[in-house]
């Protein structure tokens, strides 16, 4: 099963925005892309109707793992990984997902821009989902993306202690901007091809 769904108000009981929609657009699995109603419900499978569920306090749906995507375009195209729910964060929207207590026992991907926000949202993530793995945010990715490289506008300078050895090296280099003037690599700039690799070394088969 893929899970899809959409940051927005987390209450006690459920994690509200953009509902599930069902996705029949093949593939075998269930899929679940964002629909434009706000619902509030307990439970939602693929049999719901449409609009009529979202992802509760509990367990929304049976996904071992979590993958917390920054940008839409990223998190529409993302490709089929079985037994994986994939989330929306928005960039620092992703503190909303600490009202879920489902989250930290599960396997938790985080996949951001290469830049200083993504990094600092990243951090943010591991203050409630300590073991929260990322992917495509190293300097390999970085440097390999040169041509699709664009300027952030005003990066952030603080120290960021929950990154782990390679993400604070490519942390620091934005920062001392050793590769230029406030770069940044915004994430559906990455070839998709290299995001097909990644998944493959991310979620393993078997």
């Given amino acids: 099963m893929v899970g899809r769904v959409a940051t927005g ?9 953009p509902a599930y929609e069902n996705d029949d657009r093949g593939g075998g699995d269930d899929r679940w892309t964002c629909s434009a109603a706000t619902t509030r419900s307990t439970s939602c ?10 992802a509760p306090a509990g ?6 793992t979590v993958v917390v995507v920054e940008n839409e375009v990223s998190y529409l195209a993302f490709p089929r ?17 600490a009202a879920l207590p489902w989250l930290p026992d599960r396997d938790v ?22 073991a929260a793995r990322s992917m495509l945010m190293e300097l390999p990715t970085l440097l390999a993306h040169h041509a699709h490289w664009s300027q952030e506008p005003v990066p952030v300078t603080e120290h ?28 559906e700039r990455i070839r998709f091809s290299a995001v097909e690799r990644a998944v ?3 979620f393993p088969p078997g």
Avoid: K, M, N
């Fill in 109 to 130: 991907v985080y996949w951001g821009d290469v830049d200083t926000h993504g990094f600092r949202a990243l951090d943010r993530l591991r203050r409630f989902a300590p």
């Fill in 81 to 97: 990984v079985p037994g994986a729910a994939v989330v929306l964060g928005g960039g620092y929207a992703v503190s909303r997902l």
């Fill in 59 to 64: 367990i929304p749906f049976a996904a071992r």
């Fill in 160 to 187: 960021l202690a929950l990154l782990t050895t390679a993400e604070q090296a490519c942390y620091q280099a934005l920062l001392r901007g050793e590769h230029g003037d406030r770069v940044r690599l915004e994430q």
């Fill in 200 to 202: 493959d070394e991310v």
């Fill in 9 to 17: 108000t987390v209450g006690p009981g459920c994690l509200t925005g």
């Fill in 45 to 54: 499978s693929a049999g719901t109707p449409p609009g009529s569920c979202c």
